[in-house]
């Protein structure tokens, strides 16, 4: 079987409805919540129940379907209308990962073409969206693995498999084909502070899936970069701008740092829906900014000095200057800027 290493949905569309994994609950817990409205689709992306960037394009394509329904039940001669309202709190949900807009884009233009009975026409858009991720994630697995050379350990950061897309993942899926053919035989993953995403997600996947994974505190990477086993980082991405400029979950650019300063490469693992060539670098991304209690209390308990104010900016910018690798479905780009990605994306069409 091609793909053994990949055996979770978090995405699934099934009688009408949304499934989504609740992310929040795992790993103690795989309940999938089911979703008939696009205010419910919404409210899921902001709590995160479904996270990572593409997914959360996904979810929101599968949401515009529930809105279609809905509208077009409710009148099928100004539906069109009513769903902008539902468009707009779909694209206001989370600020940072541009596969949000990018899919309901996508999903617009449906709208524009759509006539009399457009919920299949919707429906047929969402599932486009989803198995053409799939697909370059498994393409991305194959360009980033060939990267990887001599066999050796990897870190990563975040949760970038299965969970945070279609399925397989970005870095999580370079990971998994790297450790398929031999040249991975370990693999570090930061524990992803405040919400855990590597301690409860991708050590998650990866335990399923038995691929040696050894859990570390954040702060313990440059550490660990410097004992010399680690032979790459690799990460993906929530935006990329037009020179290269990567946003990634908190903590990503000083991975990328103690990379650089202890010779060890940088790779970014991303579809070219995560690309945003309408702004010139990563100072114009948007960064989500989330709620003091992530950092005052762990497991619902107080964990922080009473009167203590909180910076929680949930990503970072890494200079594009940093990254020694971008891998996309479209191909790899060494060391990018403006210029390459202006190419790749001109191939990209
Ligand atoms: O806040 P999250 O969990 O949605 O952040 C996710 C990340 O930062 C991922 O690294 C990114 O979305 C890439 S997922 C393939």
Request: glycine share 8%.
């Amino acid at each position: 079987m091609p793909y053994a290493h990949d055996r979770v949905r978090a995405i699934v569309w099934h009688e009408d409805a949304l499934e989504l994994l609740d992310q929040r609950r795992l790993p103690g817990e795989t309940d999938y919540q089911r979703l008939t409205t696009a205010a419910e689709v919404a409210q899921a992306i902001r709590d995160m129940v479904v996270r990572g960037a593409p997914a959360i394009g996904i979810a929101a394509a599968y949401g515009v379907v529930l809105a279609a329904k809905a509208r077009h039940a409710e009148n099928p001669n100004c539906w069109r209308i009513l769903m902008v309202a539902d468009l707009a709190q779909l694209a206001a949900a989370r600020p940072t990962a541009v596969n949000l807009v990018w899919a309901l884009r996508r999903m617009e233009r449906v709208m524009a073409e759509a006539g009399g009975a457009p919920v299949e026409r919707f429906l047929a858009e969402a599932r486009a969206i989803h198995a053409e991720d799939l697909a370059a994630n498994r393409r991305m697995g194959e360009l980033g693995a060939a990267l990887l050379g001599e066999r050796g350990a990897v870190l990563t950061h975040c949760n970038t498999g299965s969970l945070a897309t279609g399925g397989y993942g970005t870095a999580l899926g370079v990971i998994r084909r790297g450790y398929e053919q031999g040249s991975i035989e370990r693999v570090y993953a930061d524990e992803t502070r405040p919400w855990l995403q590597g301690a409860r997600l991708t050590a998650w996947e990866l335990v399923q899936d038995e691929i040696p994974v050894t859990l570390l505190a954040d702060g313990a990477a440059a550490a660990l970069l410097r004992q010399g086993e680690v032979r790459w980082a690799i990460v993906g991405a929530d935006r990329v701008a037009a020179n290269g400029d990567v946003a990634n979950k908190i903590g990503t650019y000083h991975l990328a740092v103690a990379a650089r300063y202890h010779g060890v490469k940088f790779m970014v693992v991303a579809p070219t829906s995560t690309m945003d060539m309408s702004i010139a670098s990563g100072a114009e991304i948007p960064i989500e900014q989330r709620a003091a209690e992530e950092l005052l209390t762990l497991g619902g308990q107080p964990v922080a000095a009473v009167g203590a104010e909180v910076w929680n900016p949930s990503f970072d910018i890494t200079p594009a200057v940093l990254v020694d690798a971008l891998v996309t479905e479209r191909g790899v780009v060494l060391a990018p800027d403006a210029e390459k990605m202006a190419r790749l994306m001109a191939e990209a069409g």
